[in-house]
């Protein structure tokens, strides 16, 4: 099993990133588990890939229950790391195995069994005897728990319109921010627009969500000064495999956003500027 571990990395560290929402913690989680089994003798596994899955998830799960200790002390709202990629045709027909930004944002309500069994399900299709075997509890308990974390992320539901309807809407928000068309930004916020702004203490940032499409606009409007006085340029990327838009300052990441769409409009905002989770080497 030693000599496979490479091949298992990428899936491994997908588990981890979409249990933790941390880039470096999920990385120290898959580290943690090739250093557990290269320290101890060599042993044979009908299903590798399975238990190391089982080891992962469940150092994740206990590394989650510190984060989200921390996470409680953070300053203002804390929003998921972004896995960010550049836009390039060999990005584009790449499939990852971690979850769309937004329900990164979603899920983190649940409590971290809760968390991890909606992912290895969601993201991961594992069936209910795997999930058994992964954590160690009987088939009907993994069922009950995902229908309670299924039912926390009811009240919010999270529909995203198609990729292309989804890519128009993008390229329209970024024409009407470029040309400072008010009146075109407008009609593509929803009137219910949630805006979520993630600045960890380090970055000016909205401390609460701002709601309310005539509030967001004052906001942009805002982002529109601040971009022309800083002499920002705008790229659109791959957040969690999906396109968003990075502003960048002096060739540095400064701002990450990434929206949910609904009905063709954006219901939901993600505007990240902790510069912690805006990596450099990740565009």
């Not at 090739?34 to 992962?56: C, G, H, M, W």
């Not at 805002?222 to 790229?235: K, L, Y």
Request: with cysteine.
């Amino acid at each position: 099993m030693k000599e496979a571990l490479p091949s298992y990395k990428s899936h491994l560290f997908s588990v981890a990133y979409n249990i933790l929402g941390q880039i470096q913690d999920a990385e120290d989680v898959v580290q943690d588990c090739f250093e557990d089994i290269l320290s101890t003798p060599d042993r044979e596994v009908q299903n590798e890939k399975a238990y190391l899955t089982r080891v992962v998830a469940n150092k994740s799960i206990d590394r989650l229950k510190k984060l989200q200790k921390e996470r409680e002390q953070y300053p203002g709202t804390w929003l998921p790391e972004p896995y960010l990629q550049p836009e390039t045709p060999a990005v584009d027909e790449e499939k990852i195995d971690i979850l769309s930004y937004g329900l990164m944002s979603l899920i983190e309500q649940l409590n971290p069994v809760e968390r991890a069994v909606f992912v290895l399900r969601e993201a991961f299709d594992y069936s209910y005897a795997s999930l058994s075997e992964i954590l160690q509890t009987s088939e009907t308990n993994c069922r009950k728990i995902l229908s309670r974390a299924r039912g926390k992320l009811r009240s919010e539901p999270l529909r995203q319109t198609d990729a292309k309807s989804y890519r128009e809407l993008l390229d329209a928000f970024l024409r009407a921010h470029q040309h400072g068309d008010i009146k075109s930004l407008a009609s593509l916020l929803k009137e219910d627009i949630i805006v979520y702004s993630d600045g960890g203490g380090k970055a000016s940032a909205a401390l609460k969500p701002i709601t309310g499409s005539d509030n967001v606009m004052q906001l942009l409007e805002a982002i529109s000064r601040m971009e022309a006085v800083q002499a920002q340029t705008v790229q659109i990327v791959r957040i969690n495999g999906h396109h968003g838009l990075v502003f960048i300052s002096n060739q540095k990441p400064e701002t990450i956003f990434y929206f949910d769409a609904d009905e063709m409009c954006f219901s939901k905002m993600y505007i990240i500027r902790n510069p912690d989770k805006i990596k450099m080497g990740s565009i």
